[in-house]
């Protein structure tokens, strides 16, 4: 089994910035993809951002140059920083990995439980 904990979530003002977590345990072999959606209330989960194994990145439109995805491979671990936040960046933000937990079987998509971010106007 794997896990998905997320951390750093909480309230920020308008133009701020937060750092978020996620680290990935349990039985694992390789990692590929890790990524970040977000869910504001009333709205479908959308990707955030992206990263592949060897450190390809893609971000939503509306993040591009304010978010920025990175990750930790020998902790099993990706970040989120988001900068320049907006209101309208306030949603639960949900972990995503890509993950091959036995060696017989393939990659199956695990997620985190969430974490909550308010950006404040």
């Known amino acids: 089994q794997v896990q998905l904990v997320e951390s750093g979530g909480g309230l920020v003002q308008a133009g701020g910035s937060l750092r978020l977590s996620c680290a990935a345990s349990?039985?694992?072999?390789?990692?590929?993809?890790m990524g970040w959606y977000r869910q504001a209330p009333g709205k479908q989960r959308e990707l955030v951002a992206r990263i592949t194994s060897s450190g390809r990145t893609n971000y939503a439109d509306s993040v591009k140059g304010r978010f920025t995805i990175s990750r930790d491979n020998a902790k099993n671990t990706v970040y989120l920083q988001l900068s320049s936040s907006k209101p309208e960046d306030t949603g639960v933000y949900y972990c995503?990995?890509?993950?091959?937990?036995?060696?017989?079987?393939?990659?199956?998509?695990?997620w985190g439980q969430g974490t909550q971010v308010t950006v404040s106007s």
């Open positions: 995503n990995a890509n993950v091959q937990s036995n060696p017989l079987t393939g990659f199956y998509d695990y």
């Open positions: 349990g039985s694992i072999i390789s990692i590929d993809a």
